[in-house]
Every structure is written in C-alpha cells, then in structure tokens.
C-alpha cells in the first residue's frame, strides 16, 4: 500500500482546490468571453462579406457609368447630326416659303380658263397675305363665274374675290379682275389631292 502525503502549505491547497471546483462567476465570466468572442468573429465575417458585395456593386456600377457615358457620348453626335439637318430643312422651308409658287398658278389658271377667255395681265402684291391680280376677258358671265369658281377649288388660292366686272360694249366681252390670295406654298394642294 502506497500513501502519498501532501506537504504543501493548506493555503495553497485551499486555493488550488478553488480552481477546481465549480464556480458560478467563473462560469458567467467564461460566457461572456467565449460570446464576446463569438459575436466578434460574426462581426468580422459580415464585414467582409458586406465589403466584398459593396466592392462589386462599386464594380458592376462603374461599368454602368462607363456605358452611360458611351451611350451618352454617342446620343450627343447624333442630337449634333440632327440639329444640322434641322438647319438644312429650316433654311429649305424657308426658300421655299419665300418662293412664289409660279408654277401652281399657272396650271391653275391653265386648269381652270374656257375657251374664249383672254388673260390680259398678271400681277403680285406682295404683303401679309399676298395676292395675284389678274385681269381678263371672257364671252359670258357664265364663264367668269365658273373660272371664279375654278380657281377657289384648285388649292392654290385661299380666297378669290371680283371686285370688278364690265360688259365692253365695243367689243362685247366681259372685262373683269379678280384677287387671288395666295396660300402658303406649303398649304398647296396637288390637283390629285383634292
């Protein structure tokens, strides 16, 4: 039989069997360490998950705002290639609207004239609303009427007034003027489009 005898002071094994021995704040202590610990770890880990997320929502943005600026480089060239073509087709209504549409009178009158009418003259007032003048000579009444008539359905003219008409008794014809006003030439309708 063997016996072992112990020969430490009795404070020293009093503290010693503390250690050992259970200890509700040591415990407690224990916990809030390993939790401290824990939550710390969690905590690190989050960060960087959430740092490695915001880098490629930096990225994936970045590529966005390299694309936006493409796009918006491209959208300037063409908003430059439109606005000059704007201003060809500004300066091209503004010839034409400056123009006097010569052609569409002519037909008109060519379109609409009976045989035995006689045009004498032909004049432009310019202004506001600007106005051809014509004076001519037809066999009846009938004739200047349905001329008159003729010219407001060719969609040259806005109105066409007679201010004047007389039976020449030399000749015996019906002398006459009429005020054309003009449209825009931009308002001109073809004879097809009636």
């Given at each position: 039989?063997?016996?072992?005898?112990?020969?430490?002071?009795?404070?020293?094994?009093?503290?010693?069997?503390?250690?050992?021995?259970?200890?509700?704040?040591?415990?407690?202590?224990?916990?809030?360490?390993?939790?401290?610990?824990?939550?710390?770890?969690?905590?690190l880990a989050a960060a960087t998950l959430s740092l490695l997320a915001l880098r490629d929502s930096v990225e994936y943005k970045q590529s966005e705002v390299n694309?936006?600026?493409?796009?918006?480089?491209?959208?300037?060239?063409?908003?430059?290639?439109?606005?000059?073509?704007?201003k060809v087709f500004t300066e091209t209504l503004k010839i034409m609207q400056d123009d006097l549409p010569t052609l569409e009178i002519f037909e008109a009158l060519?379109?609409?004239?009976?045989?035995?009418?006689?045009?004498?003259?032909?004049?432009?007032?310019?202004?506001?609303?600007?106005?051809?003048?014509?004076?001519?000579?037809?066999?009846?009444?009938?004739?200047?009427?349905?001329?008159?008539?003729?010219?407001?359905?060719?969609?040259?003219?806005?109105?066409?007034?007679?201010?004047?008409?007389?039976?020449?008794?030399?000749?015996?014809?019906?002398?006459?003027?009429?005020?054309?006003?003009?449209?825009?030439?931009?308002?001109?309708?073809?004879?097809?489009?009636?």
């Amino acid at each position: 039989m063997k016996m072992q005898f112990d020969l430490r002071p009795a404070d020293l094994i009093k503290r010693e069997s503390k250690k050992r021995s259970f200890n509700l704040t040591r415990l407690l202590v224990m916990l809030l360490l390993l939790l401290f610990l824990g939550s710390t770890g969690f905590y690190l880990a989050a960060a960087t998950l959430s740092l490695l997320a915001l880098r490629d929502s930096v990225e994936y943005k970045q590529s966005e705002v390299n694309r936006m600026e493409t796009s918006k480089t491209a959208l300037e060239a063409e908003i430059r290639r439109l606005q000059q073509r704007e201003k060809v087709f500004t300066e091209t209504l503004k010839i034409m609207q400056d123009d006097l549409p010569t052609l569409e009178i002519f037909e008109a009158l060519e379109t609409c004239t009976e045989p035995g009418m006689r045009i004498s003259d032909l004049r432009y007032a310019a202004g506001a609303s600007p106005t051809v003048i014509l004076n001519a000579a037809a066999d009846t009444d009938e004739q200047t009427t349905l001329f008159r008539i003729g010219l407001e359905n060719s969609g040259v003219f806005s109105r066409v007034t007679m201010p004047t008409s007389k039976l020449d008794e030399r000749t015996r014809k019906v002398q006459f003027t009429l005020n054309l006003t003009l449209l825009p030439i931009g308002q001109i309708k073809t004879p097809g489009a009636r």
